[in-house]
């Protein structure tokens, strides 16, 4: 009885060995990702249309920035510097995981063609936004940053395909943050006009 019970233990050990060695082996092209998570080499790589992506979303975002610097200059309206204060606190850190995608990818920042961003503001508008006061400025503000938005929002469209777990994340977190402003802005826009 004692050496059917030995055998039945190193049958099992055997077995149990065998299983750990395919795994190991199965998984041998894993490794971890920056939160923890184990993915595999090619989830953690960039597509050119992600990077084109980054490339193109990193000014579409530095000029919201510098839109919404105006207003705590150029308006009074509580509702829109609060929106501005918002609208650049969260872009910011997401100009610079974009940044990220970019250096990891061994790409560079800027692209080396120009490529239509949907909602930018051209230079005049630019000129115009930074000179206007109190209402108008509020009224330039919203109907400008509505247009920004809405331009990101299709943006977003080149990564819908993703696989990446980040770069889709990313995405949805813009449509859903930018979508969310531009139904305040909208309410804005109707009692300001």
């Known amino acids: 009885m004692r050496n059917k019970n030995t055998l039945i233990a190193i049958a099992a050990l055997i077995i149990a060995a065998a299983a750990l060695f395919s795994f190991s082996q199965s998984t041998g092209d894993m490794k971890m990702d920056h939160q923890g998570h184990m993915g595999s080499a090619s989830e953690s790589e960039f597509s050119s249309d992600e990077i084109m992506f980054a ?48 250096t990891t990818a061994g790409e560079a920042l800027g692209m080396d063609h120009s490529m239509d961003m949907g909602g930018m503001l051209s230079q005049k508008d630019i000129d115009l936004l930074s000179k206007a006061k109190g209402v108008k400025f509020d009224q330039l503000f919203l109907t400008g940053m509505i247009a920004h938005h809405q331009g990101a929002i299709k943006m977003v469209k080149m990564i819908e395909n993703s696989t990446n777990a980040e770069v889709k994340s990313f995405g949805a977190s813009v449509i859903a943050s930018q979508g969310k402003q531009i139904t305040v802005m909208s309410e804005l826009l109707k009692n300001i006009s």
Do not use: R, V
Not at 84 to 102: L, V
């Open 55 to 102: 490339q193109m979303m990193i000014p579409h975002h530095q000029q919201a920035i510098t839109i919404s610097a105006f207003a705590t200059k150029n308006s009074t309206n509580k509702d829109i510097l609060s929106l501005a204060a918002e609208i650049s606190s969260e872009q910011a850190p997401e100009i610079e995981i974009m940044k990220g995608w970019i």
